[in-house]
């Protein structure tokens, strides 16, 4: 088949473009990762206490986009999408690092195993559920004036908002403790490198098989990956950032992490394939008809975002349970409530308008300032998520918004780039012997 295809997959080797493209990601990873840990470990605790928060939130940016995309090229062997051959080789070279993302963790075992700095209040013993901020902290955390008529009675529900918050978390002690919540990462990283590597090199296996043996075991064992992935990214999204505030918990985090994720990997998606074309390779592969199906997938997903985020503020504003609201009261206070409006406004509503057009899905530099835009708002949307709970009493108008969470995440930015061209240099950017080839070639959207 891929004889049949010679003149248009001759330009489907990154070559030099990959080599080039890596050295320029490590150093750019270097330098961001570098200057993030000089602007951290410069400055006093609290700023070191933040460096670890900001760099929880640029590397789970980084994880999402691997998951993201190890998700969508299993899913395109589940359902047979035949559209997406010629793109799904981008996204299998960047799933399968998730083993160097995953490594790339384990810095953040310094915080949660050492008593020097607190990212997971629980995983310090005395103040896992005894120091712990209850709702309404940022009332109960200023002083009331003891001559105002409702003294008593902000001092009485700050105590029974807080020996409330310590009955929520004191049930969650067999599940929020260091020992087993190693297991569980083993578990996750472990589960995450069989499978990238599993269809990562199946695919690869695929280029020069003389049947379609490879493809056939990875549709095999496409399904149960599905429930794997399903499994690990909630309870990672759980363990990672949801525990962050121990006594909050919400049936809806996973799924919009997940959908965060997707949505994510999309945009990346388009972004590699525009630098990659604008480098004159891959430019008879992909046109149109794909820039179009991943702008509606990326933007289905930002309407699914949007649907399961308004879903869990709807139940938890609904039931009104002050063990629930108070993680939303935190983010409506006057240090995060502009934050909750931009994200409202900049995740959902500006890219509705400005994606729901058909043209807009069609156009090449317009869909990937839309992509571009959206992996930063993903990264804002983690931000919001994990740093309240850097300062959970904060009172005053100012946001800990600081340049290393910029460093941070240009660093991370870096070492994707860096891990995707190095590996793209290796491999045909295009499953040369996919038997859906020749119709995702001949693909058109009605």
Same mark, same amino acid.
């Given at each position: 088949?891929? *004889? ?8 489907? =080797?990154?070559?030099?473009?990959? @080599?080039?493209?890596?050295? @320029? ?13 000089? $602007? ?10 933040? !460096?670890?928060?900001?760099? $929880? ?21 589940? @359902? ?6 010629? @793109? ?7 799933? *399968?690092?998730?083993?160097? !993302? ?38 109960? %955390?200023?002083?009331?004036? &003891? ?17 409330? %918050? ?24 472990? &589960? ?29 064992? *496409? ?60 430019? =008879? ?23 399961? *985020?308004?879903?869990? !503020? ?14 939303? =009261? ?32 069609? %156009?090449?530099?317009?869909?990937? !300032? ?25 009172? &005053? ?15 991370? &930015? ?33």
């Amino acid at each position: 088949m891929a *004889s049949e295809h010679h003149n248009i997959l001759a330009d489907c =080797q990154a070559g030099e473009v990959g @080599v080039k493209t890596a050295r @320029v990601g490590l150093v750019v990873g270097v330098a961001g990762i570098g200057a993030g840990v000089l $602007l951290g470990y410069t400055g006093g605790h609290e700023l070191q206490t933040h !460096f670890w928060f900001a760099y $929880l939130v640029a590397w789970f940016w980084l994880l999402t986009i691997g998951l993201g995309t190890m998700l969508f090229s299993v899913l395109a062997h589940l @359902v047979g999408a035949h559209w997406s051959v010629t @793109v799904r080789r981008l996204a299998e070279v960047t799933q *399968s690092n998730l083993p160097l !993302f995953c490594l790339l963790g384990l810095p953040l075992l310094y915080p949660l195993l050492s008593d020097d700095v607190t990212v997971w209040r629980w995983a310090h013993a005395g103040d896992a559920h005894h120091e712990a901020p209850a709702a309404g902290a940022a009332d109960a %955390h200023a002083a009331p004036d &003891a001559h105002a008529p409702d003294a008593a009675a902000q001092q009485l529900g700050a105590k029974l908002a807080q020996e409330e %918050h310590h009955h929520v978390a004191s049930h969650k002690v067999p599940y929020l403790n260091v020992n087993f919540l190693l297991v569980r990462f083993a578990i996750y990283g472990l &589960a995450w490198w069989l499978l990238s590597r599993y269809y990562f090199r199946r695919s690869v296996a695929q280029d020069t098989a003389d049947d379609f043996e490879p493809t056939r075991r990875m549709r095999k064992w *496409s399904a149960p990956t599905v429930i794997v992935f399903a499994l690990t990214i909630s309870f990672a999204a759980f363990d990672l950032l949801m525990s962050l505030d121990e006594a909050w918990f919400s049936t809806m985090f996973g799924v919009i992490i997940f959908a965060g994720a997707f949505m994510s990997a999309f945009a990346w998606l388009i972004v590699a394939s525009k630098y990659l074309q604008s480098k004159g390779r891959m430019t =008879q592969v992909l046109n149109t008809e794909h820039y179009h199906d991943l702008g509606k997938m990326m933007f289905a997903f930002i309407c699914f975002w949007a649907y399961t *985020s308004f879903s869990q !503020f709807m139940l938890i504003w609904y039931a009104n349970l002050p063990e629930e609201t108070r993680w939303f =009261q935190n983010r409506l206070s006057p240090a995060w409530q502009e934050w909750s409006w931009a994200l409202m406004f900049g995740h959902f509503m500006i890219p509705f308008v400005g994606l729901i057009s058909r043209h807009v899905k069609r %156009h090449k530099h317009a869909l990937t !300032f839309w992509a571009v835009y959206m992996l930063g708002m993903h990264w804002v949307d983690i931000y919001w998520i994990a740093m309240p709970n850097l300062e959970p009493s904060r009172t &005053a108008e100012d946001n800990p918004f600081h340049v290393l969470d910029v460093a941070l995440l240009v660093g991370m &930015a870096g070492i994707l780039v860096w891990a995707t061209a190095r590996r793209a240099a290796g491999q045909s950017l295009v499953p040369l012997r996919d038997p859906l080839l020749d119709k995702c070639l001949a693909h058109k959207n009605v």
